[in-house]
């Protein structure tokens, strides 16, 4: 089992910034990937970006290369989401997941990840 809890978001003008957390605990040692994914009201749930556990390698979603960065800090098991030039359409709930079992990655497919959190709200007002 994997916990994430995700924290970070709020209110913010267009064109700010937020950064979102999520510490993973639990089966750290057999994680392969991490992501991000938002869903708005009435929406699907959208992929936004995901890392590798080990190296660097990153993969983003085009709604939001050269704005969002994904990022990692292995000693303190936490993924990060920093996000930046913020636009309404941005306005959704914000999860993290994590992939324990090793898949082709890179992948934007919800199913393809083994534990969700339980999202933070993230408002983007014009």
């Known amino acids: 089992q994997v916990q994430l809890v995700e924290s970070g978001g709020g209110l913010v003008q267009a064109g700010g910034s937020l950064r979102l957390s999520c510490p993973a605990s639990?089966?750290?040692?057999?994680?392969?990937?991490m992501g991000w994914f938002r869903q708005a009201p009435g929406k699907e749930r959208e992929f936004v970006a995901t890392?590798?556990?080990?190296?660097?390698?990153?993969y983003y979603a085009d709604s939001v290369k050269g704005r969002f960065t994904i990022s990692r800090d292995n000693a303190k098991n936490t993924v990060y989401l920093q996000m930046n030039s913020l636009k309404p359409e941005d306005t959704a709930v914000y999860y993290c997941?994590?992939?324990?079992?090793?898949?082709?990655?890179?992948?934007?497919?919800?199913?393809?990840?083994?534990?969700w959190g339980q999202g933070t709200q993230v408002t983007v007002s014009s």
């Open positions: 997941a994590a992939m324990i079992l090793p898949r082709a990655w890179p992948t934007s497919r919800p199913d393809e990840y083994d534990y």
């Open positions: 890392i590798r556990w080990r190296g660097d390698s990153t």
């Open positions: 639990g089966r750290i040692f057999s994680m392969y990937a």
